[in-house]
């Protein structure tokens, strides 16, 4: 068993197969951890950390290129130091790779992204700042973030929450729930299932153009809408209309069966139920 606290910055670190806890202060190179249920704290950059095997924790505070958490039920902090003389941030991660198992993210005001998320099978919760890339593997997981890029959530019964979406989401299949609270651009796939796609948008919101299909299953799509925005039904298309500004934007969609229509300014009133052909 390895417990040690590094005040310089090391090239390589090799722990062992048991349970080794190690700090870095100062940067390093590789760390590699081995086996075992590993402790980790790192509060400047670092190219390559390998967790290993087992029920891992790590705290970053910095730049961390590659992040391997390998097999194991894992915790991942990426956090500020909540320190106002110190702004160091864990951002601008390439790699994140949790492995098979229970594995829980937690990031707090980040200011850089995730280049690309693998959370490999299991059942994850993770909340995020930001992504380009994010793949959530099997498993019924729980999942938010400020803003992604691409997001493939896998086979299960997934949750997940966006601020702002573009590209593409895939929810893959399962009885999934998509709630998205900003602008979307890009192709929404619910996937087969019986899918709620919930879309928030207050009144003085920017609404854009974005397609989703449903595909099979009976998916709803609930729009929470603020006072200002009218609503209008055609073959394929939901059409937004804000009566404050004058702006416009469509849903155009497949396979979907239900749209609810409810109020921003009065959470769970409903105002519109369609049937959608």
Do not use: C
């Not at 197969?17 to 249920?37: K, L, P, Q």
């Not at 019924?140 to 997001?151: E, I, R």
């Amino acid at each position: 068993m390895v417990d040690r606290t590094f005040r310089n910055y090391r090239e390589s670190f090799t722990g062992t197969d048991e349970d080794d806890s190690a700090e870095f202060y100062d940067g390093a190179g590789t760390i590699d951890m081995g086996d075992g249920d590993d402790w980790v704290w790192v509060s400047d950059p670092v190219d390559l950390i390998d967790m290993g095997d087992g029920q891992d924790s790590l705290m970053a505070f910095d730049d961390v290129d590659e992040i391997d958490m390998g097999d194991g039920d894992d915790w991942i902090y990426l956090l500020t130091t909540g320190n106002s003389s110190n702004t160091d941030d864990a951002t601008n991660i390439e790699v994140l790779d949790l492995g098979a198992g229970d594995d829980k993210i937690r990031s707090l005001d980040l200011t850089g992204t995730i280049d690309f998320l693998d959370a490999g099978s299991g059942n994850d919760t993770i909340s995020i700042d930001e992504a380009i890339d994010v793949d959530l593997g099997t498993g019924d997981d729980v999942f938010s973030a400020d803003y992604v890029s691409d997001l493939d959530a896998g086979d299960g019964k997934d949750e997940v929450t966006l601020v702002e979406g573009a590209g593409t989401i895939d929810m893959g299949d399962g009885n999934d729930d998509l709630t998205i609270t900003g602008p979307i651009s890009g192709e929404i796939d619910l996937g087969d299932g019986h899918d709620t796609f919930e879309y928030i948008l207050a009144s003085d919101d920017t609404a854009t153009n974005f397609y989703v299909d449903g595909g099979d299953g009976s998916d709803t799509l609930i729009l929470t809408l603020g006072d200002d925005w009218d609503v209008s039904v055609s073959s394929g298309t939901i059409t937004l209309t804000n009566d404050d500004t004058g702006e416009s934007a469509d849903i155009s969609y497949d396979n979907l069966e239900n749209l609810i229509v409810e109020s921003y300014d009065d959470p769970g009133v409903q105002t519109d139920i369609y049937i959608l052909m």
